[in-house]
């Protein structure tokens, strides 16, 4: 029994080691870069993390060290630190993601020295200088996306025309929830200036969500010319973030690997 015993176990653990080793060789987690691993997440205005789980889901099963930021709607300058200490917690170099406002917020936080290169979710992106507010110059307002501004200067996307302006795409109970658990912003952040335009530095990528009621889609695709991003286009609505996590977990990996190559 003595020398059977150990010669059962030394067995026993020699076929676990083989299926574990078989396993984890199918996983798709094997086929992230190994220049880039890490992803931070930035999300928009009326929103907040929570969004981005599938695209989390998404990217952490090929192998990605995602990071979420939960920035605090208050200020440009508190958007920007809320992803800094994100940044600086990362081990190594980074692709940055924004959705919407994020993408203001990755253009200024991007010279971050961690950042590899950014992807822009119908996002904004502002060049030094310049207010997010300018961006919407000369392009037409879509009558769906309305927003109620109170009285301490902070908005929400009035319940009534969420889905149509915000989400149409998501089931009325995602749509309702992301409704009812809106984080409103200080309207006052889309006047303030940047100081940096991180993607004058920084290869970059857009998603741009062809059915998009927040933004004209010509306003996305000028953005997206003049940083002269990779664009993918997709039929959705703003809300694409959530409801095409495939679409843009595809985008980020695209970049990875990219900057990957263009390292070598």
């Known amino acids: 029994?003595?020398?059977?015993?150990?010669?059962?176990?030394?067995?026993?653990?020699a076929m676990a080691t083989a299926t574990?080793?078989?396993?984890?060789?199918?996983?798709?987690?094997q086929s992230?870069?190994?220049?880039?691993?890490n992803v931070v997440l930035v999300h928009g205005a009326f929103a907040d993390g929570a969004g981005w789980r599938g695209v989390y889901d998404d990217l952490t099963a090929r192998g990605y060290r995602v990071s979420i930021v939960q920035n605090p709607l208050t200020s440009l300058a508190d958007d920007v630190a809320a992803t800094r200490r994100v940044?600086?917690?990362?081990?190594?170099?980074?692709?940055?993601?924004?959705?919407?406002?994020?993408?203001?917020v990755i253009t200024e936080a991007g010279v971050h020295d961690k950042v590899a290169g950014l992807v822009y979710v119908s996002a904004l992106a502002p060049d030094a200088g310049e207010t997010t507010a300018q961006q919407y110059a000369g392009f037409a307002p879509t009558p769906e996306f309305v927003i109620d501004v109170g009285s301490d200067g902070?908005?929400?996307?009035?319940?009534?025309?969420?889905?149509?302006?915000?989400?149409?795409?998501?089931?009325?109970?995602?749509?309702a929830f992301l409704r009812d658990s809106q984080v409103p912003i200080n309207m006052s952040v889309f006047e303030t200036p940047l100081t940096?335009?991180?993607?004058?530095?920084?290869?970059?990528?857009?998603?741009?969500?062809?059915?998009?009621?927040?933004?004209?889609?010509a306003m996305l695709v000028h953005m997206a010319q003049r940083i002269d991003?990779?664009?993918?286009?997709?039929?959705?609505?703003?809300?694409?973030?959530?409801?095409?996590?495939?679409v843009?977990?595809?985008?980020?990996?695209?970049?990875?690997?990219?900057?990957?190559?263009?390292a070598r």
Do not use: C, N
């Open 229 to 246: 991003a990779q664009v993918t286009r997709v039929s959705a609505s703003h809300a694409l973030f959530m409801t095409q996590p495939k």
């Open 154 to 175: 902070y908005g929400f996307i009035r319940p009534q025309t969420f889905k149509a302006g915000f989400a149409h795409d998501a089931s009325d109970a995602d749509a």
């Open 20 to 29: 574990s080793s078989t396993h984890a060789a199918e996983l798709p987690s």
């Open 1 to 13: 029994m003595s020398t059977l015993i150990p010669s059962l176990l030394a067995t026993a653990l």
């Open 196 to 217: 940096q335009a991180a993607w004058r530095s920084r290869p970059s990528w857009a998603v741009i969500a062809t059915e998009d009621k927040a933004f004209d889609q």
């Open 87 to 104: 940044l600086d917690r990362q081990d190594g170099p980074a692709i940055l993601v924004g959705h919407s406002w994020g993408g203001t």
């Open 32 to 37: 992230a870069p190994a220049g880039v691993h």
């Open 248 to 262: 843009v977990a595809d985008t980020i990996d695209r970049a990875a690997r990219a900057v990957v190559q263009t």
